[in-house]
C-alpha cells in the first residue's frame, strides 16, 4: 500500500532566492499533493505555484505575523478537499527531508498510522553562512526538535495567535515519536542569515531570539 503524503507549507518570493526551486524538486518525489500559503509573493513564485500546487492559497499582502492563522486556513481547506491524505508533511520552504529520511519516508507513516502516533518531530542540521557547515553548539544542533509529520487520520486544527515564533503544529497533536532521520534547514545560509536578522530586528524581536541569529555571533561548526 502506498500512503498519500501531502507537502504543506507557506511561501513568500522564495523563487528569487532559489528555496522555491530546491523546495519542489524535493517534494514532488515522494508528496502526492502539495499545498502552500503564498503571502502575497511577488518574485513570480505565485505562477509557479499555480502550475505546481493541488491547493495554492494567494494571500494579498505579506503577514508573517499571521502565519499560524494561516496555516490554520490552509489545513482547513485541505482536510475539506483531500478527504484521501494519510500524513501532512510540514517543511518551511528552506528546508529539505534528508535523503534517507526521503527512502523511509512511507515506513514512517505506515508506523504512525499502525501504533496510533499523532506525529513524528524531527530534528533540524542547520547549515550556517555557507552550505558547507553546520552548527554544533547547543541551540543549533539537537536542541529544538519540530513535530513535521502528522497523521491525517484525525481532524487537525492550529491553536491562532499572532506574533512570532508561534507553535508551528498542529494544537491536537499530543502523542508524537522521533524520526531517526534530519531536516536540513538553508534559512541561515548567507545573504537570507543577515536578511532575517535584520528583518527580526525591525519586528522588535530582541534578547536571544533576535541574537542567536546575529552573522557575526561566536559558532561551533561541522562539515
Known sequence: MEYKICAFSQC????????????????KRYCNYICIFNDGSTDGSTEILEKEC???IHFTHNDWASEIEHKEIL???????LKDVDAFLWLDMDECLSENGIAD???MVKNMIENHYDAYYFWNINL?????????????????PFVRLWNAHRKLHFEVKHGLH???HPANIYHTAQSPYFVIHYGFVEPYLSQKYNRYKEMGQQ????ERLNPDAKAELSP
Open 54 to 56: 493541488d491547493i495554492h
Open 105 to 107: 519516508i512511507q515506513n
Open 75 to 81: 489545513l482547513i481547506r485541505c482536510q475539506e478537499e
Open 207 to 210: 534578547g536571544f531570539s533576535l
Open 166 to 168: 508561534n507553535q508551528q
Open 12 to 27: 513568500f518570493n522564495e523563487l528569487q532566492n532559489g528555496n522555491l526551486q530546491r523546495w519542489l524538486k524535493s517534494v
Open 128 to 144: 550556517w553562512k555557507t552550505d558547507k557547515f553546520f552548527r554544533t553548539d547547543s541551540q543549533f544542533y539537537m536542541a529544538y
